[in-house]
């Protein structure tokens, strides 16, 4: 029994734990819900890249999804839509002007040396060092204050700066992102360590222009120019209605199925209520503190798996109603049922959850949404299932003799008979057959 205490006061910090993050922790909506914007983009053939083929679109489809990923922005949908266009979703974006900026760059950087043209002009050429032998880029100021990009290349990328600088020591290498030159320094000696910096030139950068530069390179290169062919706002109106709508609709569902529970099972209905409580506080609160971008398809998985915690309450009581009939005192009845119980609750969710791993990797933002919230509340329902109700019917019922079977919704006829025993007697009863 002190150990059944010791978890009730464990439950009852989890639930306080949960409900002061619910009301703590804001809620992040999806497109859907909250609004945002909705752009096309289409991709652009260049000189060395003649034709759009799966294959560019797969790497432009990932390198914008790395860039608003650095957006900070979650349960965005970026999807291909015809042979060289992609639709990007993003919830809650304030400034699409910036946005759109973010994600049409191309973000090439380019290190060039001096050389001349056939008619004898000079003109930068290429050393073939980009900025895909980068590993990452950082905001940093120089002795001077002037903000400069931090460069740390990759170990392939390394070598060659380290032999590109060694090559021109004495003169200018010429720095180019997206095709504009942005200083022309000259090396004074070979750079090793594969580390550097880029500074504005005379004038320096303004700290706006050097973090864009940072996010850009730490996103990635396109590997083709993409140009916006269609854009549009999402409001938020529909989205508040359907809200209304999900909230009002969850709470018809809970309420009946609590009634249902209460009338048909009693006491232990009584518990499984409380128990869905604390699961949905408990689910809520997870859902903030992940965080969990709820969108229309993540609140279906929500409410499913409410269900599901209703479905395993149900085994276990009818497995200890028949306990109960074959005579076993309450604790024992108790106990065998949760026993019995347990592996038929494990398998469905398992499989459950097996379906939502699938559906999270192989599935579009959507449908992740729907598998996430679905297979984490899942994981919650069998220890709302498992541990809070089979903690509280012990300590509710004790360990005693079942002295009132209407609490549990049985008559005392039924009571120490095997549980075949009373269905025959019933079907006996169903055809007018008496004993």
Request: glycine fraction near 10%; charged fraction near 20%; proline fraction near 3%.
């Amino acid at each position: 029994m002190k150990n059944k205490i010791l978890m009730f006061w464990f439950i009852v910090l989890i639930v306080i734990v949960s409900t002061i993050l619910i009301f703590v922790k804001p809620t992040k909506l999806g497109l859907d819900l909250v609004g945002g914007s909705r752009l096309i983009l289409e991709a652009e053939t260049t000189e060395t890249i003649a034709k759009i083929t799966p294959e560019v679109m797969s790497r432009l489809q990932f390198a914008i999804e790395q860039r608003v990923n650095k957006l900070g922005v979650a349960e965005t949908v970026v999807q291909q839509v015809g042979d060289k266009r992609l639709l990007i979703e993003i919830p809650n974006v304030t400034d699409l002007k910036e946005a759109k900026a973010f994600i049409g760059e191309t973000a090439q950087l380019e290190f060039k040396r001096e050389g001349k043209a056939a008619d004898g002009s000079p003109i930068w050429l290429s050393t073939g060092l980009t900025g895909r032998d980068l590993s990452k880029s950082n905001l940093s100021t120089d002795p001077s204050g002037q903000w400069v990009v931090g460069l740390e290349f990759n170990a392939e990328g390394a070598k060659k700066f380290a032999d590109l600088t060694k090559e021109l020591v004495g003169k200018p290498m010429a720095i180019f992102f997206d095709g504009d030159l942005i200083s022309a320094p000259r090396v004074n000696e070979a750079i090793y360590g594969g580390k550097a910096q880029i500074s504005g030139g005379e004038s320096g950068f303004a700290y706006d222009e050097a973090e864009r530069m940072v996010n850009l390179l730490n996103a990635g290169a396109l590997p083709v120019p993409a140009k916006i062919v269609e854009e549009n706002t999402v409001g938020p109106t529909l989205g508040a209605d359907s809200v209304a709508k999900s909230q009002k609709a969850g709470i018809i569902g809970l309420s009946l199925v609590m009634l249902f529970m209460l009338l048909y099972y009693r006491a232990p209905g009584v518990i499984a209520d409380i128990a869905l409580i604390i699961y949905g506080l408990i689910l809520f609160a997870l859902f903030k503190t992940i965080p969990v971008t709820l969108t229309l398809a993540g609140i279906a998985g929500f409410i499913l798996s409410v269900g599901m915690a209703v479905d395993a309450n149900i085994l276990i009581f009818e497995r200890t109603k028949e306990e109960l009939r074959a005579g076993r005192n309450l604790f024992t009845a108790i106990n065998s049922g949760f026993d019995r119980a347990f592996t038929s609750i494990f398998d469905s969710n398992m499989t459950t959850i097996i379906t939502c791993t699938i559906l999270y990797f192989l599935g579009t933002s959507v449908v992740k949404g729907f598998a996430l919230t679905l297979a984490i509340g899942v994981i919650v329902s069998m220890f709302s299932a498992i541990t809070v109700t089979k903690n509280f019917m012990h300590l509710i019922f004790g360990t005693g003799e079942l002295k009132h079977p209407a609490m549990f919704g049985l008559r005392q006829d039924e009571i120490g008979q095997s549980y075949e025993a009373v269905e025959t007697k019933r079907e006996k009863a169903r055809f007018g057959i008496l004993d």
